[in-house]
């Protein structure tokens, strides 16, 4: 059971906008930036969106990242097939588990996107 | 450019031990906190363990604590993770990340290929 959380999967046709959806709490999305990561099977994450809506240099400007209270999410535009692979969301928690004495890295269950 | 290189996954029975190393290269290794995530078969990304730049801060996912340590050597550029007591549910892909700065709850932006740890 991830902290964060993500719809299993999306789906959308070439073309469309899709948004992934992540919903956190106050210890960690309320009170912390979001980052989005981008995986192809058997490969490495990579870095889409950091601080909740930054591009890091060299993602095109489909993809965009916004935040709101303990919930972020990821829209890509214009959507095409090599955008099909997992999105994940993640949050520096200040408070694992309800423990103020405990603090980590926490991950949505990530998100299967199919382009149609 | 920045690369990060782990090694030493391998097959290991329940109960025994393993050190995973992660080599980085192309840039200042001290100016940034390391991460250890790791991805069981199928599943999704899980944090196994952070360290800061200078080696002062740690923190550990409560399903490694007692059983795992992290260190690093900023002579050598190189990430550790030691892993005692192994089970079968830590079978899975490790990732060495690199966070984009010292201290240990900033941006995680650079992922190592992975190396396989079987516990069986």
């Known amino acids: 059971q991830s902290v964060l959380t993500q719809a299993p999967s999306a789906s959308g046709t070439p073309g469309q906008r899709v948004t992934i959806s992540c919903s956190g709490n106050?210890?960690?999305?309320?009170?912390?930036?979001v980052q989005w990561y981008q995986q192809f099977p058997g490969t490495a994450p990579k870095l889409l969106i950091h601080?909740?809506?930054q591009r890091p240099s060299g993602v095109p400007d489909r993809f965009s990242g916004s935040k709101s209270g303990t919930s972020a999410s990821l829209a890509i535009s214009g959507l095409r097939s090599d955008d099909e692979a997992d999105y994940y969301c993640?949050?520096?928690?200040?408070?694992?588990?309800?423990?103020?004495?405990?603090?980590?890295?926490?991950f949505g269950g990530g998100t299967k996107l199919t382009v149609l | 450019e920045v690369q990060l290189l782990e090694s030493g996954g391998d097959l290991v029975q329940p109960g025994g031990s393993l050190r995973l190393s992660c080599a980085a290269s192309?840039?200042?290794?001290?100016?940034?906190?390391m991460s250890w995530v790791r991805q069981r078969p199928g599943k999704g990304l899980e944090w196994v363990s952070v360290l800061s730049g200078g080696g002062g801060v740690v923190r550990y996912a409560e399903s490694v604590k007692g059983r795992f340590t992290i260190s690093r050597d900023n002579y050598k550029d190189t990430l550790y993770l030691q892993m005692n007591s192994l089970r079968a549910e830590d079978t899975a892909v490790y990732y060495c990340?690199?966070?984009?700065?010292?201290?240990?709850?900033?941006?995680?932006?650079?992922w190592g290929q992975g190396t396989t740890v079987i516990v069986s």
């Open positions: 990340s690199r966070g984009t700065a010292e201290v240990i709850y900033y941006t995680i932006d650079v």
């Open positions: 601080r909740s809506s």
């Open positions: 192309g840039f200042t290794f001290s100016n940034h906190a």
């Open positions: 993640a949050a520096w928690d200040d408070s694992l588990n309800g423990d103020d004495s405990l603090s980590g890295w926490v």
């Open positions: 106050t210890s960690n999305i309320g009170s912390n930036h």
